[in-house]
């Protein structure tokens, strides 16, 4: 009989957790040997246990998954991670697989598929289902913003006017304007209503 994989899980919601270990530990082929609700235990977690496969949300508390992940893989670079959220912006998956993430799937995907991606995941391979890989596509072929356009798009979503921008930025209204304009253009949006929900769908500005 094949050695089971070594999962470890990292959920910062504790029904989601408790569901996911009971869920998986039912399956012959993996052994969950670790199950944590944050980043920061994450990372000591993952040291103590040296888990096959790693199971990583997004959005925690203490230390988000992206961060987390290029820590782990920082320390050992062999690790092999499968990202498990419900955020499906570009930027997000972008950012993850970017800091190491060997797939990136979303909660409310089939449990055969996530033991399919598990196992893949385990034997070396990448997993990045089709719907996500459109994202990522989009992604790669969108237009880069620049810090100061991130700036400025962050404070569009959170309401402020371009005077308040301005104040907050150390920069005029009129250059305000030009950073408004060319995001816009970039993001292939009208007004500014319409860019603080892309920013939002794809993850440019951080989830509050």
Known sequence: MAERI?????????????????????????EVVGAVGDGASAAEMFRKQRPDVTLMDLQMPKQGGVETIRQIRGEFPDARLIVLTTYDGDEDIYRALQAGARAYLLK???????????????????????????KLAQRVSGQELTARELSVLERIVAGRANKEIAADLFISEATVKTHINSLLGKLGVADRTHAATVAIQRGLVAHR
Do not use: F, N, W, Y
């Open 6 to 30: 070594r999962l470890m899980l990292v959920e910062d919601h504790q029904v989601v957790r408790q569901g996911l270990v009971a869920l998986l530990s039912a399956d012959d082929g993996i």
């Open 108 to 134: 409310g995907m089939p449990l055969e598929e996530l033991v399919a991606t598990i196992k893949a995941v385990h034997g070396g391979k990448l997993h990045i289902p089709s719907s996500v890989a459109e």
